[in-house]
Each structure stands twice: as structure tokens, then as C-alpha cells.
């Protein structure tokens, strides 16, 4: 029997998704799971694009132009343009899902062995599309006590060698909801214009932004534009997850041309889903508004919810929908494992993702959990009440007897 | 200005797409162009799979499991049993398309610098998916003189090294058309056994096979269980393209848990397209009988029509929808390119993709072009009148000015 290949033996199970079996047999044996632990969330796609697709009138299912519909890529510049980007629509590549934009973005810059710099703890699946092109990633631990801020100019430093190629960013972050202020990305682009590294951004969540703070897109940063590369989709802001349509983002001629190399191997994105995608364009703002006021008030009750359990620390962050919380607890993955196998409240129970699948660095990550607050105030507070008995129960019964054995 | 990747910058542009810039050239002046480059058929998707898609009634576009719908997996069991081959749901993913199959096949058995040997011509997108991990691609040479036919059990000898970790074929073929006896898939299998090697095969043109043919399925060969991983879509089947939904399929565990990491990773194959693909395993048997005589029918006319032109030959091949020829031509790129550049015919020409780029072996090809039968009987008498008329023009306008020069 031929060998599995040694990057796919060394990678890692998704931490989000890798505890779905357990889900599965918990609801098998009639446990009610509310699932904080994936960015699925619970908000009604706009009923445009949904209808936009139950209108189609052709007759065949056809491929796409690789870059996607121009039509679609015409228009999203005006989308960018209200976040005071400017782009040619070529510029940018529509792609399947912000997924396959971080693939490309790699592919196209980074080759076997080079280095990418990634503030952690960073969005788990990084890791899959590194190891895909055997990119090395080297983490940047960012701290729960700073509320995960941009760790400072010298730890970059420090990390750079001549494999480094890149640094990757997640703003606002998941899983820590961390937006960057506008002095952290000043300190990126002096970092990237001294090293001559490319500065990747994840940007799924820039319309995510609280408390009345502004978001900062890369590309707005001048004298980076050779620099930047964003990786953008509409899943997240259009609560259409099942759509996969991503952009790959830059002023950067030969990292689309590269990119469209790639595109073009798989032909085109989803065609169906970019009629969706493209009718997304039409949605009025009102609908991200109140998006974001039923965002901004779950995580007011998350937050305030997580901070009066006893030893339970979460910072308030200012974007996306993720908390990063620190726990009492030994090992979150067994702690999150054992919420679905062992333990309900009143015949539910609570799913969460274990950071430490979040941290590249061993160790890291293990006292904390991270939350996704996709699910209504209400399903929310009876997570939190999941969750409080959880912890107590787990402290008592499975750690407390590790600790007399 | 940081630089772009080594294989970005050498891998080739897909020479199937890359004319795609002077065919809108031509379209813009106000040519006609057949377009025989792409496999993209004229052929009708079946209305139930998108009157499926016109009859969603969900309110969140939410994602799939990372392996695609439940209950389409388990569908697909009864499809593929249909072609004698018995699996169970758990030895399938759901990938978006094809080319993310070949994708993950690649990733979970080879690393870099492993080799992988595939007949040449092959799909050319093939070489996107191996530079992408780095795999080597070692061609192995089927001559348009043999019909395309399996090179010997003694080349495929010569070329395995300690490196070689795969065999990749596509069965009938893109872009010629053959179909592998099973006497050929006999050699491949033991030639897989002897040296350890998984067999990748590309079998989304399974249905496509003429003159009362059968197709066999390389998931029937005993004792090469553990060493086959099919590559399948929906794509031509249903003419569905656009839909971007593909199986990956092994009763390898591993081969699929690995996978399955990767598919994790990109979160889900796209949901309102399953939705198509699933309503697909409904579709009644006489929509691909007609299909197939259709198909059957063009292969006639363009086999026959092509071989009356003056020095171009075309083997009748038995399966898929495309053909090789062989042109009275200096150089293919040239000539497609020139097709759409210089030259019309009544205010009509001709897209052709240039088989130069079907070859690894450089110098292949040169006097080759794939042409895929995806238009009707009528369109395709238009194509051979501007494809006879445009080696006329061209061998004594620039081949000739060529000789003089």
C-alpha cells in the first residue's frame, strides 16, 4: 500500500471541525448543541441574492470567465470605493470562497520552504493552505493580557530571515474579534517596506467594526500598494458561508497575473453563487446596519456573560463575531471534547472551539477557548448557563480527579 | 518590490485560456468565433437540477459538511453502482469541481519533488495542480500514429525512480479522446502493484464512450484497492460546468481522512450547486442516451470533415468529446493565435486550443490541436469550412512568408 504524502500525515485536523463526530453522537443520543464553535452564522442571507438565484434564466449551467463574471468585478469597485479603496476591476480576482484566495496569494508568492510571519493565535485553516505549498509559518504570539494586540516592531524583527517572504494578518482577527488601530498597520508597513515582504490581509470581516471604530483596509496605506494583498469574501458580510465566493485583492500586476494562472486551472469559480454574489451589490446598507447592532449586542452579552463567570477572562473586542476567552480549565481540547461527550444541562450543552488549535506555538492556547457568537441573545445566554455548569462540573469531576490520581 | 514565487513564475498559462484576450479582440471587430477550445458544451443542463436550484426555500446560504451534503454522498453509492462499482459513502468527498479533486489527491500522496507519470497529451491543467505541491510531472509519450493508445509496459518502466509515487490517467481522455481498453488498465494495474504506486485516474467523461465501447472504472480492478483515487465531476456528465461540484474517490482510508483535511480547510464544496447536483441522481437515463448519440454524431461529422482537409489527420477515438488532429502547421500557437488575430472566413473563424500545451515534453505538439465537439452538427460544418479555408491562407501567407524570409 503507497504512502500518504508527509505533508498530509504532519497537517493538522481542523480544530473547529474536528470535534463534529462527537457532535453528531451528541445529538444522536437527543442533546440540544448550540454551536458558537463555527462562523456559521445565524442571520438571514438577504432574500436578493437568494431570489436573484431562484430567477436564473439560462438553459446551461456554464463556466465562469476564471476571474469570475466581469460584471461582478466591474461593480465590486464600487463597493471598494465606499471603503475608500480604489481598484481596476482588475485589480481583483473573484475566487471560491476567501479560501481559495489565501491558497492563490500563497501560491503565487511564496515557494517551498519560505517563511510567513503570522500574529497568533490565527485563523486554524492558515495552516492547511501553507502546508498545501509547504510554506513555513512562524508565529507571533499575540497576548490575551494585551487583548491580543499587535505584538511590538522588535518581535518581528526578531523573526525575520531571508526565507521570510510575508506577513499574514487577519483584521478583525478570528478568532480574537482584535481590529487593528491604525498605528499597528503604520508599524506593518514599516516592517514590510524595510524587508521588502509581501503584507496579506484577511479582510472577510472589515464591515464588523464596534463601538463606532473605523476599520482600516492595507490598501489604503501608501507606498505598500506592490505589497498588499488582501483576501476578501462574501460570506461572512452577506451571511452567505455556503455561497464560496472570495476575492483576491491587489494593485499588484504580477501577483493577479500569477494568481490567474492558478484560477485558471480550476476553470472558473462557482457560477450559480456568483449570481448571488453579484445581486449582493444591491442589498441596501440598511441590512448591514442592523447586521451589525445585532452583532454589537451579542457580543455586549457574550463578553459581559463570559467576564462574571468565576475565573473566566474575555476581552472586549472590537470586530468580526469571535471572542478568544481564557478558561479554568486544563486542556481546552479536552474540555471541549468532553462539553459533547460527557456532560449536558438539562439535555443541552455548549460547542466550542479549542484555541490551542489556533496557536502554532505547542503549548499556547490551552486554557482558552474561542466563540463565535452566531446564535441569537437568548440561544447566547443559555450557552453562557451551559457553559458556567460546564466549567464547574468539569473543574470538580475530570480535573479535580487528575489531580488525586 | 517583493518578488513573486518561482513556480508562479514558471507555471505555464493554461493554453486553453490564454487566447481568451484576442478571441474578445476578434468578437469586438464583429468575428464570429466557434469556439472548439473549451469544454464547455452547448448542451442543455437537465431542468431538474435547476429547477432544484429555482426551488431553494432555505433563508441562510449556510456551508455543507467539508465533505459535501449527507445525503448526496450517499446517493452517489447508487450512481456508482450503477457502473458496477460498490462503495460505501464514507470512501467519497464532495470537491468543488474536478480540478479540487486532482488538487487533493495530489496533496495527500505526493510532496515536493515527488514524480507523478502521465501520458501525454493530457489535460494540461495538470501541471497547475502538480506545481502547486511541487510534483514533478514525468510525461510519458502516446503517439497520435498509435491513436493515442497506452505507451508500453517497458516506457512506463524506464521512467519509475525511487521518487515516482503515482500514475495518472484520464480515462477516456482529455484531450484525445481514448479509451483505455482492459487489457491497458491490466498493464497499469500491475505496473501499480509491482512498484507500489497509487493510480490516479480522471473519469469525469465515464459516460462518454462510442461505438457500443465500455468504460472501465480502475475502482473495478482486484488488488489495486488501496491504490486507486478517482478523480469524477458533474461537470460534462450534465453539462453542468458551471456547478463546480466533483467527487473524490478511494476505499483508501487514508487517502480520504487526509483529504478530508484538506477539504476542512476550505470549509465546504459551494451548498446552492449540490443543491443541482444532488437533484442530478433523478435526471432519467434517456437525457444521457440522447446526449451520448448526439455526441456520437458530432465525433462522426468532425472525424470525417477533418480528415477530407489536405494533410490533416484525425484518429476516430471512442470516448469523452474532444479529438487531437494533426495540422499541415509550423507551430499551433501560432496558428490559434492567428486564427483569431489575421484571418476570417465570411466574417467567421475558429478557436482551437494549441496542443503544444497538452505536451510536457517540449517541442510536442507543435502541429497538433485539441478540438472539443461541444457545438451542433451545423456549427461544427461552419468550424471545418473555417478551419480548411484559414490552413489554406495560413500555409501560403505565413508559412510561406516564412520560407521567403
Known sequence: MPAISKKGQQMPA?????????AEAAKARGVKIYHLNIGQPDIKTPPQMLD?????????????HSAGFESYRRKLRQYYAQHNITLDYTDLLVTTGGSE??????????????????PEPFYANYNGFSMAGDVVVKPITAKI?????????????????????????????????????????????????????????????REFAYDGAQ??????????????????????????C????????????????T??????????PPTLAQVAAEASLDVPQSYLKEVLAEYENRRNVLVAGLNQIPDVFCPSPKGAFYVTARLPIDDSERFCKWLLESFNHNGETVMLAPASGFYATKGLGKNEVRMAYVLNEND????????????????????????VN
Do not use: W
Request: with cysteine; hydrophobic share 45%.
Open 145 to 205: 493580557e494585551n487583548n491580543f494586540a499587535l505584538p511590538p516592531i522588535e518581535a518581528f524583527e526578531e523573526l525575520i530571515t531571508p526565507k521570510t517572504k510575508a506577513i499574514l494578518i487577519c483584521n478583525p482577527s478570528n478568532p480574537t474579534g482584535y481590529l487593528y488601530s491604525k498605528e499597528e498597520l503604520a508599524t506593518l508597513q514599516k516592517i514590510v517596506l524595510k524587508h521588502d515582504l509581501f503584507l496579506f490581509a484577511d479582510e472577510v470581516y
Open 101 to 118: 484566495a489565501i491558497l492563490f496569494a500563497m501560491f503565487s508568492c511564496l515557494d517551498a520552504g519560505d517563511e510567513v510571519i503570522v
Open 259 to 268: 494568481a490567474m494562472k492558478f484560477a485558471q486551472a480550476r476553470l472558473s
Open 380 to 403: 447566547l445566554k443559555k450557552s453562557l448557563a451551559c457553559l458556567a455548569k460546564g466549567l464547574e462540573v468539569y473543574q470538580q469531576e475530570v480535573m479535580g480527579r487528575v489531580l
Open 14 to 22: 481542523s480544530p473547529i471541525r474536528k470535534l463534529v463526530p462527537f
Open 52 to 64: 436573484a438565484v431562484r430567477n436564473i434564466d439560462f438553459e446551461v449551467l456554464a463556466y465562469s
Open 215 to 240: 476599520h482600516h483596509s492595507i490598501l489604503t496605506l501608501a507606498g505598500i500598494e506592490q505589497h498588499a494583498v488582501v483576501v476578501d469574501s462574501i460570506s461572512k458580510r452577506f451571511s452567505a
Open 242 to 257: 455556503g455561497a464560496r465566493i472570495g476575492t483576491l485583492v491587489s494593485k499588484n500586476k504580477e501577483v493577479i497575473a
